[in-house]
Each structure stands twice: as C-alpha cells, then as structure tokens.
Nanobody, 119 residues
Framework: VQLQASGGGLVQPGGSLRLSCAAS????????AGWYRQAPGKQRELVAA??????DYSASVQGRFTISRDNAENTIILQMNNLKPEDTAVYYC???????????????WGPGTQVTVSS
C-alpha cells in the first residue's frame, strides 16, 4: 500500500489549502490516520488525526484545520484555513490500515508535500 500526498504549495497568510492523501493498493479499511508536519530544524509533529470515535488536533491548528476521510476513495483530507507563516512545513500523511477484515494492521507514510505560507 502506498500513500501519495498532494495539494501543497505557496499561499499568502490568511489563505487556504486542501491536502489530500490517497492510499493505493489492497486496503480493506483505514483504521486511524493522521497528518504530521516538519519545519526546518524542528521535530515532526502531529497536527490532526482521525482516531476511533472522532478526530484530534494540536492546539496550534485547532479551529483552523479540519481532517476528514473519503472511505470510498481511501483518501484522507486536511483542509487548512487561515494559514499562518508558522504553518510552513513539509506535511506528511500516515495511516494504519488492514488488507483484510481480520488481518494484521500495517502502517504507512506518504512522501510529504511542501506547504509555504508567505506574503
């Protein structure tokens, strides 16, 4: 299974971007998924996640970012609004998935997509 992220780019402060993470290959279900980011010189951090029972967000993006999923397309989406310069980073998607209903759980990372917020 491969994850492919897209939708990054350059946007002005206050603008919006929509990131997509498409999973390809044999997938029965995506159990949990998350978007992480890593800015230059900083550690990778979790910004939004789909977890059993709902979603979770870091304090820095709460109220501005929304994570969702399209089960039919095995796609994880991150809608980012009111972007700030400090949101500049490479964004990575991650997912725990199963290939069959009773099979083992696997984990996969996407290659990352650059988001730059600058005027």
């Amino acid at each position: 299974v491969q994850l492919q992220a897209s939708g990054g780019g350059l946007v002005q402060p206050g603008g919006s971007l929509r990131l997509s993470c498409a999973a390809s290959g044999k997938i029965f279900s995506i159990d949990t998924a998350g978007w992480y980011r890593q800015a230059p010189g900083k550690q990778r951090e979790l910004v939004a996640a789909i977890v059993p029972g709902g979603t979770d967000y870091s304090a820095s993006v709460q109220g501005r970012f929304t994570i969702s999923r399209d089960n039919a397309e095995n796609t994880i989406i991150l809608q980012m609004n009111n972007l700030k310069p400090e949101d500049t980073a490479v964004y990575y998607c991650n997912a725990d998935y199963r290939r069959t209903a009773l099979g083992a759980r696997f984990n996969s990372w996407g290659p990352g997509t650059q988001v730059t917020v600058s005027s």
